[in-house]
């Protein structure tokens, strides 16, 4: 095998749980510490792979759904999604 792929049943699974977990971040149901620790979460899982235009994709919904407190912003006691993490 040459290439590591997430599974596009996977990616749709993930990327309908964030969505869902943006609207209650938004409605205060969800804490900002746990949202940041789903989307390292995963971040991490799509590190094992090639996932270099999931992450993108992930990252631009953030940026529409003006999540720009995960986008860049720093908090002391959480890890920041950045761009920089991508690579």
């Known amino acids: 095998p040459y290439h590591v792929m997430v599974r596009t049943k996977t990616k749709k699974r993930m990327f309908a749980k964030i969505k869902k977990k943006i609207m209650l971040l938004k409605n205060g149901i969800l804490s900002q510490k ?30 529409k759904h003006n999540t720009s407190l995960v986008l860049g912003k720093k908090n002391s006691d959480t890890s920041v999604v950045s761009s920089d993490n991508l690579g």
């Open 34 to 63: 746990s949202f940041y620790q789903m989307i390292q979460s995963y971040l991490g899982v799509l590190s094992h792979c090639n996932s270099y235009t999931v992450k993108n994709e992930l990252m631009d919904l953030l940026k």
